[in-house]
């Protein structure tokens, strides 16, 4: 049981690496793309939104504030935009996997959320480093981010799984998760403060399931505060109850993989 265990532990941090070395394979820079392209939407957002539009955060506050607090929600959108994407057309990708019957088709949605975590991860230091450059303090709640993270990546887990699985089926699920990676970009907190809602809408709000997390990584990350606790608990509750369903809607719909694909 252990040996398995490990054994699938290894197998999965292989892919990972060969799904991100797949990635940039034939580029000129590699995997340095993954810290320009932050860097760069960092630049952009900032010039944009705060030189043309002269936005503020909720109002008041700088330019510079405006892009780091922009920044910080769109790190958590890419991960699940990430999985949006690329989850899909996963198992249609690997076609051939799918007719080995001892390959644990599973590990490949997770490949997917490592991935999108592994990104994730080089935006966040791009962000502290952003932070330190303009003379924001690291507080040491930034610690709990995980606690924040955590339930996040279980619910792209889940979605991953129902997203690899169906789209087997239907294919037309690989164009809806576009589009549904666009609607969560607009209608989570990511360009406003959930305070900017009216009063009726926020508890509507607070169902998008990257409400939480986009508040709680701001809390943690730039105001030094520690996450609600209570409304925490309640989100990892129910992204693992999600994630359990999406693997058992894997399982019970893998068996006719082969025949479809």
Same mark, same amino acid.
């Given at each position: ?7 699938q532990r290894a197998l999965l941090l292989n892919m990972v690496k060969r799904d991100i070395w797949v990635r940039y394979k ?78 644990? !088709? @599973?590990? #490949? ?6 991935? &999108? %975590? ?6 966040? =230091?791009?962000? /502290? ?16 981010l995980p606690l924040v993270l955590l339930p996040l990546l279980l619910f792209c887990l889940g979605l991953s799984w129902v ?58 990350? !730039? @105001?030094? #505060? ?6 925490? &608990? %309640? ?6 109850? =999600?994630?359990? /369903? ?16």
């Amino acid at each position: 049981m252990v040996f398995d265990l490990l054994r699938q532990r290894a197998l999965l941090l292989n892919m990972v690496k060969r799904d991100i070395w797949v990635r940039y394979k034939g580029s000129f820079i590699g995997i340095a793309w993954s810290l320009i392209t932050p860097m760069l939407m960092l630049a952009i957002y900032t010039f944009v939104f705060g030189s043309v539009f002269k936005a503020r955060w909720g109002g008041s506050g700088s330019t510079a504030d405006f892009a780091v607090r922009l920044f910080c929600g769109l790190i958590l959108h890419a991960i699940i935009s990430d999985c949006l994407s690329n989850a899909p057309n996963k198992l249609i990708a690997h076609a051939n996997y799918v007719k080995k019957v001892v390959f644990p !088709l @599973e590990i #490949l949605p997770v490949i997917v959320v490592g991935n &999108a %975590l592994f990104h994730a991860v080089l935006s966040l =230091f791009i962000l /502290l480093l952003a932070m330190l450059v303009l003379g924001y303090p690291i507080p040491i709640t930034v610690f709990a981010l995980p606690l924040v993270l955590l339930p996040l990546l279980l619910f792209c887990l889940g979605l991953s799984w129902v997203l690899a699985a169906t789209t087997v089926y239907i294919r037309d699920v690989a164009q809806l998760a576009n589009l549904f990676s666009t609607l969560f970009l607009f209608l989570s907190p990511i360009f406003y403060p959930l305070e900017m809602l009216p009063a009726a809408l926020q508890p509507i709000m607070i169902l998008n399931p990257l409400t939480v997390p986009v508040e709680a990584a701001r809390q943690v990350i !730039l @105001e030094g #505060l520690w996450p609600n606790w209570g409304l925490l &608990a %309640l989100y990892s509750v129910f992204c693992l109850v =999600f994630c359990w /369903l999406g693997y058992v809607w894997f399982q019970r719909t893998r068996r006719g993989f082969a025949d479809v694909l």
